[in-house]
């Protein structure tokens, strides 16, 4: 069974730094994309950063400059570092695993907020 365990998250204020993250089991983590989603409160969940099983990375704009997504696939995480953070990063961050044949899932999600 797959497992996708977040941590990470926090409290922290704005211009701050977190480092998220996600610890695969279940799957065989270096053949997976992985990406990272977030969902604020009353909207819908969106994608923040994916980095393929090749390494190939993509972000939002929003965030471009800001976070990097990266994997260690020794240790079967991934991790998203976040750096100078706006109040508008505030979300429940999932972390999301996809592979065109065996399937996807996601992650139990931890709480990032940001605020003074």
């Known amino acids: 069974q797959v497992q996708l365990v977040e941590s990470g998250g926090g409290l922290v204020q704005p211009g701050g730094s977190l480092r998220l993250s996600c610890a695969a089991s279940?799957?065989?983590?270096?053949?997976?994309?992985m990406s990272w989603y977030c969902q604020a409160p009353g909207k819908q969940r969106e994608l923040v950063a994916t980095i393929t099983s090749g390494g190939t990375t993509n972000y939002v704009d929003s965030v471009k400059g800001r976070f990097t997504i990266s994997r260690d696939n020794a240790k079967n995480t991934v991790y998203l570092q976040m750096n100078r953070l706006t109040p508008e990063d505030t979300a429940v961050y999932y972390c999301?695993?996809?592979?065109?044949?065996?399937?996807?899932?996601w992650g139990q999600g931890t709480q990032v907020t940001v605020s003074s």
């Open positions: 999301y695993a996809n592979h065109a044949v065996f399937g996807s899932a």
């Open positions: 279940g799957l065989i983590f270096r053949i997976y994309d």
